[in-house]
C-alpha cells in the first residue's frame, strides 16, 4: 500500500508561480514512478510530468518549459514530489493529482492517486 498526498493548489494571478508537494508513502515507494496529472471540468486527466526513481524526468509539450518536477528520495519509505509552476495561465486551472506508479518489474500493478489539489489561475 502507497499513500499519496497532495498540498500546495492555490489562487494564483496569470504570470505567477506556484509550487505543489506531493508525499508518498509506503513499501517499495522509493522504486515507484512519480508524476503529476491534472484534470479540469469536461476534460480528460492530462499527465504533465514524471520523475522515476533513477531521476529521469518526463514532460508534456503543453508544459515543458514552464514547469519542473523534482523529487526527493532520500527517505526510502517517504518519497517527496514536487511541481514547480511558472508563467502560470488561466488555462492551466484544473484540480492537480499525484500519482505513484509501480516499476515495470513490481508484481502489484496497482496505481496510487492523492485526493487532488485545486490550482487556480484568474486575476
Not at 524526468?57 to 511558472?86: C, H, P, Q, W
Not at 499525484?98 to 492523492?114: E, F, K, L, Q
Request: aromatic fraction near 10%; charged fraction near 20%.
Amino acid at each position: 500500500q502507497v499513500q499519496v498526498v497532495e498540498s500546495g493548489g492555490d489562487l494564483v494571478q496569470p504570470g505567477g508561480s506556484l509550487r505543489l508537494s506531493c508525499e508518498a508513502s509506503g513499501r517499495m515507494v522509493n522504486s515507484f514512478t512519480l508524476a503529476w496529472y491534472r484534470q479540469s471540468p469536461g476534460r480528460q486527466r492530462e499527465r504533465l510530468a514524471s520523475v522515476t526513481s533513477g531521476g529521469t524526468t518526463d514532460y508534456a509539450g503543453s508544459v515543458e518549459g514552464r514547469f519542473t518536477i523534482s523529487r526527493d528520495s532520500r527517505d526510502r519509505a517517504k518519497n517527496r514530489v514536487y511541481l514547480e509552476m511558472n508563467f502560470l495561465k488561466p488555462e492551466d486551472t484544473a484540480i492537480y493529482y499525484c500519482n505513484a506508479g509501480p516499476p515495470r518489474w513490481y508484481n502489484d500493478r496497482t496505481n496510487y492517486w492523492g485526493q487532488g489539489t485545486q490550482v487556480t489561475v484568474s486575476s
